[in-house]
């Protein structure tokens, strides 16, 4: 079986740093991966160069998407073909308002696969209901695009934004951090809707606690830009207990 | 020899160029200004004395004056004697036959645009008389001013069917000697606007230059006279978001208002003239002298503005806050692109007590353009109680642009309260990049983000107004990230 997502002996940097270093990993449609690791092993850096972000310079390796070659593509490309990227720290783009960005994010995707464009009506209506699922005030649909946001909130647009756009892979990188435990709650029942055959999800966390709520089926754990070791949901509950520190012994040794 | 000797002497030494003793049926002087050519203007013009006079005291005044140069603006001297200054019911026979004779750059701006089909060919300067049906919008539109009594039409007409009024208000808040280009356009102006409205009459429809269509081309030196009497309310529209075809490169206007007790007067503009090409070549200069009084009690006058054109733009529109209670308000969009250079801002000067001013200034530059706020706020030891809040904030597409806030506070009154904020941020490649991950194209993603900037000043200009100036900062924007 094809994989969504396949990397092959990632390599990439940023400036003189290099940040990954030989990343290999089949994501299957259909799973749920987490990758796990300390700050710093290269957790961002792998979801930034996934989605494209400029700075980041792949000097060798390969990333095949749905079959094609990901890194040919612009990074708006990318999500049109269905690549979400939920940030870490979500920016703020004042005066702009959250629904309109949003409809017009899904109409490009839209447009992209020659389908007609939602009108501002039907689309209000969407994006309601999905508002609902998050458990956010409507207010939030008409403000700024995380303006003033507090960064549970912000995590929570991310994902409402992501329940809207339909992505194919969704990569959520640290989507856990700054939530309470209630936020937490809402954020994965969010992920857990999205899960279907057709999908698959990168989940990209320092903590076990999102995996309590959203079960992965496979878990990673990086470190110094590369996969020590790759296992199944216990792997996770290990690392919750054990740490990080044997793993990176027992690749240094 | 001083530089006014030798300009005086190189007006003399012209002396006999211009040969027009017989010719006062001419369309187009020589060029060159002086008291000929001024009296010729006049009398092509049937203008009453007292208007000849002034203009005459004008020019004097102009001829001891030096341009000035304390704005943040490079540009080349300009020739002043080298400008023709009056070619009148300019002959159309000039301009392009047909569309296919127009800049296909500047037809394709229209198509981004939206201007209706009809339209494009009046804008680009088509010698087609009657290419769209405009006469009956016209009378109708005239039809329901004259009832509610508002005067508006053509300045020159203006002198002829109400001198009173003109003699009473012209120059008495720009006066002819305020600046070097308020005294050349008070010498030399050609037409503009006048309105009128009565007391207590609210204009029952928004003011537009672009229905004046019997003046569509109002030459370099517009002059425009606003008077809203007392309790009167009048929302007046210049411009046009639509680039208009011009060959004059210098451009010196005059706008005065004047709103009496309790009377409303709010001005909006979008200019959007042709800022040179991406090199920097060509485009108009623009240098501005617009002010308005708020004389009576209680009135109000309030400017918002987008400003998108010109290769250079010097303008400060302004409110002297007389009245007690009165209110100036200042909204502004200034964009710059590729090598344009715009120094901008506003005065507002409190005189009345109690008078209140808000100053909203939005500055965007891209490419190598140069983007300058500059502001007075002036309270006066009668204006007790006055109040300012003032607003100025900078973005910045591109790491070859700048932006600049010069902002002066004058307070001689201890109860004034005067507020100043001021911001500069950069188009973040973080923002960018979110609007990339979502989907959208990069052209998408900066007009979004520009315009989010600008809301708070798009929201003041009226409805279909607001919605054309966001297509205008589009286009001019094109190209700027990338």
Not at chain 2, 150 to 156: E, G, K, L
Not at chain 2, 213 to 237: C, M, P, W
Not at chain 2, 358 to 367: E, Q, V
Not at chain 2, 419 to 428: F, L, W
């Amino acid at each position: 079986m094809t994989s969504l997502l396949s990397i092959q002996n990632l390599h990439a940097r940023i400036g003189d740093r290099e940040v990954l270093r030989g990343i290999d990993l089949e994501v299957p449609a259909g799973e749920v991966h987490a990758i796990m690791g300390p700050n710093g092993s290269g957790k961002s850096s792998l979801s930034n160069v996934l989605g494209g972000k400029p700075g980041y310079e792949v000097t060798s390796g390969s990333v095949s998407y749905r079959g094609r070659d990901l890194l040919a593509l612009a990074p708006e490309e990318r999500a049109r073909e269905g690549l979400f990227l939920g940030f870490q720290y979500p920016v703020e783009i004042p005066g702009v308002n959250n629904t309109y960005l949003l409809r017009a994010a899904l109409n490009a995707s839209r447009r992209h696969r020659s389908q007609s464009e939602v009108d501002a009506y039907d689309f209000l209506e969407l994006v309601r209901g999905k508002a609902k699922l998050m458990k956010m005030d409507e207010s939030f649909l008409s403000r700024g695009v995380n303006e003033g946001f507090s960064g549970g909130e912000k995590k929570r647009n991310e994902i409402l934004q992501m329940l809207v756009l339909e992505p194919q892979l969704a990569v959520l990188d640290e989507t856990d951090s700054g939530l309470d435990i209630d936020a937490l709650k809402v954020v994965a029942d969010g992920i857990n809707s999205l899960r279907s055959p057709e999908r698959a999800i990168v989940l990209v966390t320092h903590y076990q606690r999102l995996l309590d709520h959203v079960a992965p089926d496979r878990v990673h754990v990086l470190a110094r830009g590369r996969i020590v070791k790759s296992g199944g949901p216990e792997l996770a509950r290990e690392l919750e207990q054990r740490g990080y520190d044997w793993l990176l012994e027992a690749e240094a040794a | 020899m001083s530089a006014q000797d030798s300009r005086l002497d190189s007006v003399l030494a012209r002396g006999y160029q211009h040969g027009f003793v017989t010719d006062i049926e001419s369309d187009t002087v020589p060029p060159g200004l002086d008291e000929e050519t001024i009296r010729f203007i006049s009398a092509k013009k049937k203008e009453p004395q007292f208007l000849l006079d002034w203009r005459l005291r004008a020019l004097e005044r102009w001829f001891t004056m030096k341009e000035p140069h304390w704005g943040k603006l490079q540009y080349k001297p300009i020739d002043y004697q080298g400008i023709s200054y009056y070619s009148a019911p300019k002959a159309k026979a000039d301009g392009p036959k047909s569309l296919s004779e127009v800049d296909p750059k500047l037809l394709a701006t229209y198509e981004k645009l939206g201007v209706p089909l009809h339209e494009r060919a009046r804008l680009a300067g088509v010698a087609v008389d009657a290419v769209f049906d405009s006469v009956s919008v016209a009378t109708t539109f005239k039809d329901r001013l004259a009832a509610a009594g508002v005067v508006f039409c053509p300045f020159s007409e203006a002198v002829q069917t109400h001198p009173e009024l003109v003699e009473q208000y012209l120059g008495t808040v720009v006066p002819y000697g305020d600046n070097f280009f308020a005294a050349l356009n008070s010498a030399a102006f050609t037409d503009g606007s006048f309105v009128y409205i009565p007391p207590g009459v609210r204009c029952p429809m928004e003011l537009s230059t672009y229905f004046r269509i019997n003046a569509a081309k109002t030459g370099q030196f517009e002059r425009t006279l606003i008077i809203a009497d007392k309790g009167s309310h009048v929302s007046y529209l210049e411009g046009c978001t639509a680039p208009m075809r011009d060959e004059n490169q210098l451009h010196a206007a005059v706008v005065e208002l004047v709103a009496l007790d309790d009377a409303e007067i709010k001005y909006s503009t979008v200019q959007n003239w042709y800022p040179g090409d991406e090199n920097g070549k060509g485009g108009i200069y623009n240098f501005v002298t617009k002010r308005g009084e708020c004389r009576g009690r209680n009135s109000k006058i309030s400017w918002t503005q987008v400003e998108t054109g010109s290769a250079i733009t010097w303008k400060y529109p302004s409110c002297v806050l007389r009245g007690e209670n009165s209110v100036g308000e200042f909204y502004s969009v200034a964009v710059t692109n590729n090598f344009q250079q715009a120094d901008t801002g506003t005065k507002m000067i409190h005189l009345g007590a109690n008078t209140r001013s808000t100053i909203i200034s939005k500055g965007i530059s891209a490419g190598h353009a140069h983007n300058t706020y500059r502001g007075l706020v002036s309270v006066m030891p009668s204006a007790t109680g006055a109040r300012n809040f003032t607003q100025c904030d900078s973005l910045l597409i591109g790491g070859h642009c700048g932006a600049h806030t010069v902002p002066y506070i004058e307070t001689k009154n201890p109860q004034a309260i005067v507020e100043h904020e001021a911001s500069t941020s950069r188009i973040g490649e973080d923002q960018l990049f979110y609007c990339l991950q979502r989907g959208l194209s990069e052209e998408d993603a900066v007009n979004m983000i520009v315009s989010g900037f600008c809301r708070t000043v798009l929201k003041e200009l009226p409805m279909e107004f607001a919605v054309e100036a966001q297509n205008l900062l589009a286009v001019s924007l094109e190209g700027a990230v990338g």
